[in-house]
């Protein structure tokens, strides 16, 4: 009923940069909190950063000062722009959202994911 679509990666050269974009659609009552994750072969998954539905953000620490998320809300949809990539940086990259779909219902949901390559 919900589905999150990732958008805007692709290969880029180190000191470069890419704005991802995530957009919700389907039965959405409100968007709660939205986040970023990445998962690089032969690792976890791992929370890059997160923004509330006030707006409030946090980053891992390997992205803090580089990387930075938005939304808008009424187009529902969130962004990553990242800024002076690293070809650690390199991974899939996952959009997260906790969606109300009615007064008393909230669940999580995943989009597809976007492959993010850095280039030394």
């Known amino acids: 009923q919900v589905q999150l679509v990732e958008s805007g990666g692709g290969l880029v050269q180190a000191g470069g940069s890419l704005r991802l974009s995530c957009a919700v659609s389907g039965n959405i009552f409100t968007i709660n909190h939205m986040g970023w994750y990445r998962q690089a072969p032969g690792k976890q998954r791992e929370l890059v950063a997160i923004i509330t539905s006030s707006t409030s953000a946090n980053y891992a620490d390997s992205v803090k000062g580089r990387f930075a998320i938005s939304r808008d809300n009424a187009k529902n949809t969130a962004y990553l722009q990242m800024n002076s990539l690293k070809p650690e940086d390199t991974a899939v990259y996952y959009c997260?959202?906790?969606?109300?779909?009615?007064?008393?219902?909230?669940?999580?949901?995943w989009g597809q994911g976007t492959q993010v390559t850095v280039s030394s």
């Open positions: 997260h959202a906790n969606v109300r779909t009615a007064i008393t219902f909230s669940y999580d949901f």
